[in-house]
């Protein structure tokens, strides 16, 4: 049998938190009342971090406690400006006969925390980058740490976007290091619930207009180094074109 409990904010082990199960509950109520709470009045979190906008939000419209190091002003006219932002994870889990050997037994926990800083210069040009750390305690099971699960220290993501507006119609060029994500990620994702993410080195366009928007991309994967830097591999290629039109989208 095996029990994950996925916490946010509450860092816990099986020694410091022995009701691990109704302190993950407790940590997920009040993040989900926090968010709800300021859903209205501040950007909501995304799963890609970079698509946030804290641009427009201040302390009138937003009381979110973090929002002194999401909104930083880089100059008077606002044009200027940088956030910063993090995530931590802590997943238990607790194996029982493990493969059906009586013998298996095991709890361990598995961790990571990602930091990033999003600088924009000007309306036309901005710069991400996020670091990652990921690690596994003691994993007494056959084949020890999965390979998913440990990513010492990593460059997660680090790209330049250029900007053009003309009415309705944007368009981005983004190049470096970056994060996909498309529809129910199926078939392309981050791949969030596995310990050490997912990314790719490559070029991506994005065309906004109206309802529309496409994005065309061409990357290579980067595949994780646990304990050296993170080089993409040429022999996997990301190529293709993903659209969407959003007809009940809000102006």
Same mark, same amino acid.
């Given at each position: ?7 946010t904010?509450?860092?816990?082990? +099986? ?5 691990? +199960? %109704?302190?993950? /509950? ?6 989900? *009342?926090?968010?709800?709470t ?11 971090? @970079? ?13 979110? !406690?973090?929002?002194? /190091? ?19 994870r ?17 709890? *361990?926990? /598995? ?11 000007s ?8 670091? +990652?750390?990921?690690f ?11 390979? #998913? ?7 997660? !993501?680090? %790209?330049?976007?250029? !900007?053009?507006t003309?009415?309705?119609? +944007? #368009? ?5 290091? !970056?994060?996909? #994500?498309? =529809?129910?990620?199926?078939? /392309?994702?981050p ?5 050490? @993410?997912?990314?790719?080195d ?13 994005? =065309?991309f ?10 050296? %830097? ?14 969407? @039109?959003?007809k009940?989208?809000?102006?």
């Amino acid at each position: 049998m095996l029990t994950s409990i996925f916490s946010t904010i509450t860092l816990f082990t +099986k020694n410091n938190c022995p009701l691990s +199960k %109704f302190c993950a /509950i407790l940590s997920l109520g009040f993040l989900i *009342f926090t968010n709800q709470t300021f859903a209205d009045q501040c950007p909501k979190y995304s799963p890609l971090r @970079y698509e946030e906008n804290w641009s427009l939000a201040n302390k009138e419209s937003c009381q979110n !406690q973090t929002l002194p /190091i999401k909104n930083i002003s880089l100059n008077n006219s606002g044009t200027n400006w940088l956030s910063l932002g993090g995530h931590m994870r802590d997943r238990f889990e607790n194996w029982n006969h493990f493969g059906f050997a009586p013998k298996n037994n095991a709890s *361990f926990n /598995i961790f990571r925390i990602l930091l990033h800083a999003d600088m924009h210069i000007s309306p036309y040009f901005r710069m991400f980058i996020e670091g +990652k750390s990921a690690f596994s305690s003691k994993r007494e099971l056959p084949g020890g740490i999965r390979a #998913l699960e440990r990513d010492t220290a990593a460059l997660q !993501q680090a %790209f330049a976007d250029i !900007q053009v507006t003309s009415n309705d119609l +944007k #368009l981005v060029l983004r190049a470096g290091r !970056q994060e996909y #994500l498309f =529809g129910k990620q199926r078939l /392309i994702s981050p791949l969030p619930w596995a310990n050490t @993410y997912r990314t790719w080195d490559g070029v991506t366009g994005i065309a906004t207009y109206g309802d529309w928007k496409i994005t =065309g991309f061409g990357a290579y994967y980067v595949p994780v180094k646990q304990h050296k %830097f993170n080089k993409h591999n040429h022999k996997d290629k990301l190529v293709g074109l993903y659209s969407t @039109y959003n007809k009940n989208k809000k102006l």
